[in-house]
């Protein structure tokens, strides 16, 4: 068995985290109630943050519903498992049934949110925010190694705490917490090796204690032979060293990023007004400029081999533009140009969806209920009065997001939902037809038959038979039974 697995913390009494944080997280978790943000758990990965969430779990009486990054999490997914678990109730795995209302709650985990939009999880988040929206009455946990990677929409839904990497004496005190349960005499010397190769990452330095330990009951210096381990950086501490230090290593470190030399660009171009000014400004502008000329070269030629000439520019390039070191700390900024590209693209998404919406209930193709519809239902409802905008808004079964994306006008948004609400406003039930269709069928045959008997002569006892009243509709089922008033087309300019 892992000692991962084996001595993962089942209580909060076991976590090693900072009193400040876990007073936060036990605070969250004791006043639990659904007008409440989730919890988002942040930072570099092995530092305990599932461990965290179990435990606490555990501590509160809670159970448990955890769905991680091995899982498919599209939209359906997000739907069905988090969606549900998060506004039902559950049974324990003793049968027992837990009422929300009497305290007992599952603790719903969803892990590495941040990649969440991979392309087999399409959709996902837009989902998890739609959850997150309507405030289930279950707690929540989101968990991500990279919280920048997450749109600022679920950011700002979640009560974020961050965590750092452990600091390596932290680390060989939970080592040798180990050695002494599985029985194994270690020097402090090889243990802080460990711990220092780690590179603050307390699941790496247990799993490179178990692999050194394999066989022996006594570990010394010299039968630590774990190579080194390529430590996890991020984005931030090379903007820092490349506009702070003239340390050379930062192209090393900027080639172990999981970032393409096109965005790091954008990272420095986008914080180097922050620390440089003068000539020191200019000529790191200039150096950016070149390293943007190899940049264009690789996208058009697809001569990839001139990233490394682009990635040294833009790092220690740019770094040695700086007359000596700068000092002091300074808040960096994500690229604001991606936060325009998101935004332009989640509008383009969501007028999309109302087009299809447009389209399908005026039976048009999308292209032409953008150039024949939409500009007309946008004025209709931005000038007409609530009631006749509620009747346009439910007969094409917009939700408060479209209306907002069409007129912008929140207080007015508001007034046309509660419209909609308080008169049972919806769109017409079409499926009770199909019974109309059947039924006219077979009227129509019976009048046919009556026709064709006039033409025969009648039997001296034979009478003319009193022509038939069609049946009144016994079709429509409760799918066509009124509910409120339906919104039609008719409807819209009716008084």
Not at 69 to 95: C, H, L, P, Y
Not at 218 to 229: A, G, I, N, P, T
Not at 255 to 260: G, R, S
Request: charge should be positive; hydrophobic fraction near 35%.
């Amino acid at each position: 068995m892992l000692w991962v697995e084996k001595y993962r913390p089942s209580t909060l009494n076991d976590v090693v985290v900072s009193r400040d944080t876990l007073s936060k997280i036990l605070k969250w978790a004791k006043e639990w109630n659904p007008d409440q943000k989730p919890l988002m758990l942040a930072g570099p990965p092995g530092i305990g943050k599932t461990s965290l969430a179990l435990a606490l779990a555990s501590t509160m009486g809670w159970e448990v519903v955890e769905l991680n990054a091995s899982d498919q999490r599209n939209w359906q997914v997000i739907s069905k498992i988090v969606g549900e678990g998060a506004f039902n109730e559950t049974i324990s795995d003793e049968g027992e049934f837990l009422s929300s209302s009497k305290g007992k709650l599952k603790l719903i985990i969803l892990d590495e949110v941040d990649n969440i939009h991979k392309r087999e999880d399409t959709g996902g988040e837009r989902a998890l925010i739609k959850i997150i929206k309507k405030k289930p009455k279950q707690p929540l946990i989101l968990i991500a190694n990279d919280l920048y990677a997450l749109s600022p929409d679920l950011r700002n839904l979640c009560l974020v705490i961050n965590f750092k990497r452990m600091n390596y004496r932290s680390i060989i005190k939970i080592l040798q917490k180990i050695c002494q349960k599985e029985g194994i005499k270690a020097e402090r010397e090889a243990l802080e090796m460990i711990a220092k190769n780690s590179g603050g990452d307390l699941r790496a330095a247990i799993n490179d204690l178990q692999a050194v330990t394999e066989g022996r009951d006594y570990l010394k210096m010299e039968d630590v032979v774990v190579s080194m381990r390529t430590q996890e950086t991020d984005i931030f501490k090379v903007v820092q060293k490349v506009l702070k230090s003239l340390n050379p290593e930062v192209y090393s470190m900027a080639m172990l990023l999981d970032e393409t030399p096109e965005d790091i660009i954008w990272w420095v171009s986008e914080n180097l007004p922050l620390e440089y000014s003068g000539d020191e400004f200019l000529k790191g502008t200039l150096i950016l400029s070149r390293a943007d000329i190899f940049l264009g070269r690789v996208r058009k030629r697809q001569y990839y081999r001139l990233w490394k000439y682009a990635s040294f520019l833009m790092t220690v390039g740019v770094q040695h533009a700086k007359r000596e070191a700068k000092k002091g700390f300074t808040r960096y900024k994500r690229p604001s140009m991606w936060q325009k590209y998101f935004y332009s693209r989640s509008k383009r998404d969501r007028l999309r969806r109302i087009l299809k919406k447009i389209g399908k209930h005026s039976h048009l193709s999308s292209k032409k209920a953008y150039s024949e519809m939409y500009f007309i239902i946008k004025a209709m409802i931005g000038h007409l009065n609530v009631e006749r905008a509620a009747k346009i808004s439910a007969f094409y079964e917009f939700d408060s997001e479209d209306l907002e994306f069409i007129i912008g006008d929140k207080k007015k948004v508001e007034e046309i939902k509660r419209f909609i609400e308080e008169h049972g406003l919806h769109r017409v039930d079409e499926s009770f037809m199909s019974g109309y269709e059947a039924e006219s069928i077979k009227v129509m045959d019976q009048q046919s038959e009556k026709i064709q008997r006039i033409d025969e002569p009648l039997s001296e006892t034979s009478e003319p038979e009193e022509p038939e009243e069609p049946e009144k509709d016994k079709n429509r089922s409760a799918k066509g039974k009124k509910r409120g008033k339906i919104a039609t087309l008719d409807s819209f300019f009716g008084e």
